[in-house]
């Protein structure tokens, strides 16, 4: 008799591992692949198509609409909306800004944040450095532009760049002492070629040189000049004058008179001519007085043009030359931070043994720089230079706070002409519409290449 197998005579033999599993059942009808009710995510999505189809599909379609329509919406114009935008100098010149800007704004600040990505490394206040660059980013373009235009101010007084420059400018090369001051027609002078004054007689040995000038503001006289002192004809081997400015406070002078109250030209440089060469020179003290040799007896008293040259007041920061330089400066500014922090990420997965091996085979750290790193970070470094691009084609508020109304047209980009063609004082919907059009084929390549290389990374 035989004995029962483990489990029973009438148990099934155990399912080979290895055999394929039973397929599920047919999927229900009205579900997703998740088993989701298609109406379910229809209803959670509705919400969302609608918000996109009123604040994008509609816009765009309706843009493209109205920019084939004239000025007053009434008249078809065909494509001379089109044809306008490059025809029109205004926007021809906001195309070539914008050209500039696409080119050298992403460029920069990319650059500039690869660079303090990788120099962060090696530094131990790193942190707080990056902070430091990265904080503009929290400001707005409004507030940017506002700082701007206070920094690019041409009065040194109120513009840190030309502050800056004429400090700088100053150090080497000493501004005029009175750039405003003339002489009377009463004077014993008038006014000679290139700027200069020379006396209307020749220097006499007996007779006292007068050098009095008006025009120059008590606040802006010398700190330590003093009341002038009247000098003597002369002392036998010397000449003396005296240079002061013939005015007094309150009134009451005498032209051609030093008066107690009347201050000395402290700085003020004289001159001896002769037949067109200078035969002596010399400088007046705090109290005005200045002394020439006796052989400058006979010749004429001239006051270069040195004594009242212009102060140099800096750079024409928001002229018509460099006011796109000037706004550029600015958005680096803000979106070098933006680039750097995205740049450090992508600089912290980078493996690092590559770059160990790289130096223990003899690279210095530039080598190792361009043709590791740099490398490594290309679509890092995409991704940075797509989204500025993409950022740039649309500025307008640095470019409409920064630029003044005399240099905006010079200034002018594709965005800032959208707005003035479509809300300005003649206002031309048409041509509006058109610029806006324009900009949105502009942005799609760059969005096109954007998804192609998402795509790309994403199949690795």
């Not at 660059?133 to 030309?162: C, K, T």
């Not at 027609?185 to 008006?214: C, F, M, N, Q």
């Not at 007046?284 to 007085?289: E, H, L, N, R, T």
């Amino acid at each position: 008799m035989t004995t029962a197998t483990a489990g029973g005579a009438g148990a099934a033999p155990p399912a080979d591992e290895t055999s394929p599993r039973p397929s599920p059942g047919p999927e229900k009808p009205g579900r997703g692949v998740t088993g989701t009710r298609r109406v379910i995510a229809a209803a959670f999505l509705l919400p969302a198509l609608v918000l996109l189809g009123a604040l994008v599909v509609y816009p765009i379609g309706y843009s493209v609409y109205r920019s084939f329509f004239d000025q007053a919406g009434t008249g078809f114009a065909g494509f001379d909306n089109y044809t306008a935008l490059f025809t029109d100098d205004t926007i021809l010149t906001a195309v070539k800004n914008n050209a500039i800007w696409v080119v050298f704004a992403p460029t920069v600040a990319t650059a500039l944040g690869l660079v303090f990505a990788v120099l962060t490394e090696r530094i131990r206040w790193g942190t707080a450095f990056k902070l430091i660059v990265f904080m503009p980013m929290a400001i707005s373009m409004l507030a940017a532009g506002i700082i701007f235009r206070l920094v690019y101010d041409q009065a040194p007084e109120r513009g840190v760049a030309n502050a800056v420059a004429v400090s700088v400018h100053d150090t080497f090369n000493a501004s005029a002492g009175f750039p405003k001051a003339r002489p009377l027609p009463v004077h014993p002078l008038e006014k000679g070629e290139g700027g200069t004054y020379v006396s209307k007689e020749p220097i006499r040995a007996d007779r006292p040189l007068l050098v009095p000038l008006v025009g120059v503001a008590p606040a802006k006289m010398p700190g330590d000049a003093r009341p002038a002192r009247g000098s003597s004809a002369a002392s036998g081997e010397e000449i003396t004058g005296t240079a002061w400015l013939d005015f007094t406070r309150g009134g009451g002078g005498k032209p051609n008179v030093v008066d107690p109250k009347e201050l000395g030209l402290k700085g003020l440089t004289v001159e001896a001519v002769r037949d067109g060469k200078v035969v002596a020179s010399a400088t007046a003290g705090a109290d005005g007085v200045f002394t020439l040799p006796a052989s400058a007896d006979g010749a004429q008293l001239r006051l270069p043009a040195d004594n009242f040259r212009e102060p140099y007041n800096g750079v024409d920061w928001l002229g018509p030359s460099l006011v796109t330089p000037g706004i550029i400066g600015s958005y680096v500014w803000m979106w070098a931070g933006f680039a750097m922090v995205l740049i450090a990420a992508g600089l912290a997965g980078l493996p690092r043994e590559l770059l160990e091996a790289a130096r223990v085979d003899g690279a210095n750290e530039w080598q190792v720089f361009r043709r590791i790193t740099v490398p490594m970070l290309a679509p890092v470094l995409a991704v940075v230079l797509v989204t500025l691009m993409i950022n740039v084609l649309k500025v307008f508020d640095l470019v409409f706070i920064i630029a003044p109304g005399s240099s905006q047209d010079d200034a002018n980009v594709l965005a800032l002409q959208l707005y003035r063609s479509s809300f300005g004082t003649d206002a031309d919907l048409g041509i509006g519409s058109a610029i806006a059009v324009l900009l949105l084929l502009l942005v799609i390549p760059v969005m096109l290449f954007n998804i192609r290389r998402i795509r790309k990374e994403g199949r690795r």
